[in-house]
């Protein structure tokens, strides 16, 4: 079992950053892909970055590319999402999810998940 416990969301301004963090309990999170999604009003959850369990191989949604940055500290057991120059439609709620032995964007590979936090960005 893995426990998932995202912070770090808020309010912030277009243009902003937030770093958004997730720490885990549970074993053997360094066998863990960890990947960040989001799911806005209405809208279905969607990938937004993932990094590997040594945290060597990371890939992003189109959207956030070259903006956001994952990173993840095993000493520590938490995974962080760094968002800088934020736009509206990043208004969401940001999930982390955890999948053993793989790297992923797709929601139905991953086994845990946090319960969100909310990050808006206003105009």
């Known amino acids: 079992q893995v426990q998932l416990v995202e912070s770090g969301g808020g309010l912030v301004q277009a243009g902003g950053s937030l770093r958004l963090s997730c720490a885990a309990s549970?074993?053997?999170?360094?066998?863990?892909?960890m990947g960040w999604f989001r799911q806005a009003p209405g809208k279905e959850r969607e990938f937004v970055a993932v990094?590997?369990?040594?945290?060597?191989?990371?890939s992003y949604a189109d959207s956030v590319k070259g903006r956001f940055t994952i990173s993840r500290d095993n000493a520590k057991n938490t995974v962080y999402l760094q968002m800088n120059s934020m736009k509206p439609e990043d208004t969401a709620v940001y999930y982390c999810?955890?999948?053993?032995?793989?790297?992923?964007?797709?929601?139905?590979?991953?086994?845990?998940w946090g319960q969100g936090t909310q990050v808006t960005v206003s105009s």
């Open positions: 990094i590997s369990w040594t945290g060597g191989s990371t």
């Open positions: 999810a955890a999948a053993l032995g793989l790297v992923s964007m797709w929601t139905i590979e991953y086994d845990y």
């Open positions: 549970g074993r053997s999170f360094d066998s863990y892909g």
